[in-house]
């Protein structure tokens, strides 16, 4: 008789073990790691905007604060007080409703009280964010551990800044 070469089937089936008890190991890991990369870019893109809406007062100081359909522009853009051209149109549109890197973003030009309040709050609280952020004209960005509030106008103020 000749010797067979290969694995035997219990070889095959420890080694498929191996890999699930490795795989289960790390999924959650990188799925962390994923909330963690989207709720920096949020973070940093509340930055922006920030720097958007001074540029935008400072540039256009009767016009008051804008919102993010002001700050963008569709290119090739023209400065003007309707169309900025602070930030790209993706962010201004908020990606047609879709978000950017798991977050939706907003920008308030408040009229009445001379400010503005950005905010940028998971789309799926838990899979693509934890944490919302928002931001008012003292440019600190602050956190919200509630998840998905878009409705930080009236609370930003008094939510701890990111740092903290």
Known sequence: ???QKGFSL???LIVVAII???AAIAIPNLLRARIAANESSAAATTRTINTAEVSYIT???SANYGDLTVLGGVGPCTPSSATACLIDQTL???NAGAGKSGYHFTADGHTIK???TATAYPIAVGSSGVNSFCSIEDAVVRKDSAG???NVSATCAVLPSLGN
């Open 92 to 94: 201004a549109t908020d």
């Open 10 to 12: 219990i070889e095959l």
């Open 148 to 150: 998905a509030n878009d």
């Open 59 to 61: 540039a256009y100081p």
């Open 20 to 22: 699930l008890i490795i």
């Open 114 to 116: 001379g400010g503005y």
């Open 1 to 3: 008789m000749r010797k």
